[in-house]
């Protein structure tokens, strides 16, 4: 559709690009050279998130789309530009009135009222647009509970707000939707989605499965241990499960069907390490970086945190591939069709500098996530204009067209970083209200009822909140889960764990509700995530989400374990050689786990060795379980591995033994 004003015609395509550019331009200033507070920064964030949203998003899912590169409509409504508009004013509105509105705090104007509850419905809205109806109407059942709170029975009583502070709270402070979440959305997530937009945009994702191709794609089961590594290397420039499934399984999974692997294993292997990309240190979606915000640490701590969980969990699912190839009889692909490494790593390696230099910055100079990651950008810019200027020299060709594709790269690159943010920005937002909302008092009386439904023990706990977070995650994206069960849940199971005389450090209850908001990705029977990659590989759906959550399953085990041996989260771990038996051992456990699931290790199990399996796994993973029961120095768990190594090393044994036996 074209649109006019003031006599001028302006195509919807090129306004759309126009703002998206302008929104990224405006990101990249703000850890350079621009200096605006918090409010202002976090305004202007959502009032570009909701006026492209509204441009971009049909108002049913069935309308057609004009552009893959913009992801606009094939019309857009008059309607739609008035609601963008309207969108972007009532976002501005506590920028543009900040000291009025600091002057009536609590005491809102019929004008402040208006915008207040405006900005609100256009939000749930575009949310709804975004990311689907689950979290507005999420959204709608706290905000309906806010105000019926004295109408309710005795247990779910609640004082109640009225209107005045509703808004005051939700759309006037920075304690609702201008709160944290937006606040890491703005200033964070934006240049890390950014960067990695910049980064497959210009083929950093097919270097990443070559590279992977290269290294693991003679080994038994290649194809799927390629698949698992090149999504972990996608997850470190996609928050996205979705995004890495239709990245790098539209590559492997036709090639571990080939192999033989069945179209549903396939998929599932592709869904199981593509969800495991968001918890893949250095970059682990937009939530790890709200986990910073909320516990109040560095990011380079909850890299730390993450570390072992996530290597882990990516070496179990090596693991289940080759334990899948071995009961399949599947072996690799011949030398002569894969990539070579070093012809491959030759061609792909600058795509490593800008990784190389956020890695740098984080790690070693300790600087700031949003410093980090924007002169990473800055890097990748270079590298891009040098690729283009340097392939032109070697072909002989104009270099001012080369420089003119390497522009065109780029800004490609802003556009879809902009498009890209537009759900993390309202999902965020949106979530934002619910913080805002349990911030009035729900939260104590949710405390209450938690505690009293788990009858202060803290495993059952736990599992309430696993659940809870699955069945939020069916309809929420990670991020929205994350700050929901966070919010909600994770200074209860500190609480009621400390309560109880077991300590829970809080950034292991954030991490727990983490971890189960990204498996939410594919339970099924929702399980976006299998879906994807079930129309990639012709399976059917539900029975490829199943099969990926059982894969999935040597994951859900990890936060639990952390949850009662806080080693594993390295927390007050500060040797590496002691960080790294903790990880050797953590991975032997995830072996033996697996090994209990997939009913088969060496040879096909007994099923007197599944018990052996869980308890090696048990005493590995947990080593203190045996310390704490004989009333030993917490100093001493470490010597308890012994006994784990035992049972495992007896299992392989026995079944080596077995399977050299004559039939």
């Not at 309308?63 to 008059?78: A, C, H, M, T, Y």
């Not at 070496?315 to 894969?338: C, N, Q, S, V």
Request: charged letters at 15%; hydrophobic letters at 55%.
């Amino acid at each position: 559709m074209k649109f006019k004003i003031t006599g001028k015609i302006i195509n919807a395509k090129n306004l759309i690009s126009f703002v998206a550019i302008i929104w990224a331009l405006f990101q990249l200033a703000l850890p350079s050279f621009l200096i605006l507070d918090s409010i202002k920064i976090r305004s202007i964030h959502l009032a570009f998130a909701l006026f492209l949203a509204f441009l971009i998003l049909p108002f049913r899912k069935k309308e057609k789309k004009l552009s893959r590169d913009i992801g606009q409509k094939e019309r857009v409504p008059f309607s739609d530009y008035i609601m963008a508009a309207a969108g972007a004013l009532a976002a501005l509105y506590i920028m543009l009135d900040w000291e009025g509105i600091a002057l009536r705090s609590g005491t809102p104007t019929l004008r402040d009222i208006f915008m207040g509850l405006l900005v609100v419905i256009l939000l749930l809205e575009a949310a709804r647009r975004a990311i689907g109806p689950a979290l507005s109407i999420i959204v709608l059942v706290f905000t309906i509970y806010a105000f019926m709170g004295p109408y309710l029975i005795e247990l779910l009583a609640f004082k109640g707000v009225s209107v005045r502070k509703y808004v005051t709270q939700v759309s006037l402070s920075s304690e609702g939707i201008y709160g944290i979440p937006l606040g890491v959305s703005a200033t964070v997530v934006y240049l890390f989605v950014l960067l990695g937009a910049l980064l497959e945009k210009a083929g950093a994702g097919q270097f990443f499965i070559d590279l992977a191709m290269s290294l693991l794609g003679r080994f038994r089961g290649g194809p799927a241990k390629a698949a698992v590594g090149a999504s972990g290397l996608m997850g470190m420039i996609s928050g996205s499960s979705i995004a890495n499934i239709v990245t790098t399984g539209t590559f492997t999974i036709p090639l571990m069907k080939r192999v033989g692997y069945p179209p549903k294993k396939a998929a599932a292997i592709e869904v199981a390490a593509s969800t495991d990309g968001q918890i893949m240190p250095p970059i682990m979606g937009a939530a790890a970086f709200i986990i910073a915000e909320y516990v109040n640490v560095p990011y380079i701590d909850v890299i730390k945190a993450a570390a072992i969980p996530a290597f882990v969990s990516y070496f179990a699912l090596f693991y289940i591939t080759h334990l899948e190839a071995m009961k399949l009889g599947i072996k690799g692909l011949p030398r002569d069709e894969l990539p070579g490494f070093f012809e491959t790593l030759k061609k792909g390696i600058a795509y490593l500098l800008p990784i190389g230099v956020l890695l740098f910055e984080l790690l070693i100079l300790r600087h700031s996530p949003e410093l980090a990651a924007f002169r990473a950008i800055i890097v990748l810019v270079i590298v891009i204009i040098y690729r283009e200027i340097a392939a032109a020299y070697r072909n002989k060709e104009n270099i001012f067209i080369a420089i003119k594709k390497s522009f065109t790269i780029l800004i490609q690159g802003l556009i879809n970083g902009s498009r890209n943010m537009v759900p993390v920005a309202l999902a965020t937002a949106a979530a934002g209200i619910i913080v805002g909302i349990v911030s009035m008092g729900i939260g104590g009386m949710i405390t209450q009822i938690v505690e009293s439904i788990s009858g202060g023990n803290v495993f059952l706990l736990l599992i309430i909140t696993a659940v809870a977070s699955l069945l939020l995650g069916m309809g929420l994206p990670t991020t929205a889960t994350y700050i929901v069960m966070a919010s909600l849940t994770a200074p209860i199971i500190v609480q009621v764990s400390t309560a109880y005389g077991f300590f829970v450090p809080l950034i292991a209850a954030h991490l727990f509700c983490f971890y189960f908001g990204i498996l939410a990705d594919d339970t099924p029977p929702v399980g976006l995530a299998a879906y994807a990659a079930s129309a990639i590989a012709q399976s059917p759906p539900i029975p490829t989400g199943i099969q990926g959550f059982f894969y999935d399953l040597r994951t859900a085990v990890i936060p639990f374990m952390f949850i009662f041996n806080t080693d594993l989260i390295l927390h007050r771990i500060n040797s590496w050689p002691l960080g790294i038996l903790i990880f050797a051992m953590a991975a032997l456990a995830a072996f033996a786990f697996t090994s209990a699931l997939q009913g088969f290790f060496v040879t096909k199990n007994k099923w007197y060795e599944v018990p052996l399996f869980l308890i090696a796994a048990l005493i590995l993973f947990n080593p203190g379980i045996i310390s704490n029961l004989l009333k030993l120095p917490p100093g001493t768990r470490y010597f308890f591995y012994i006994f784990g190594l035992v049972i495992f090393a007896g299992i392989a044994v026995l079944q080596k033994l077995r399977k050299r036996a004559p039939v």
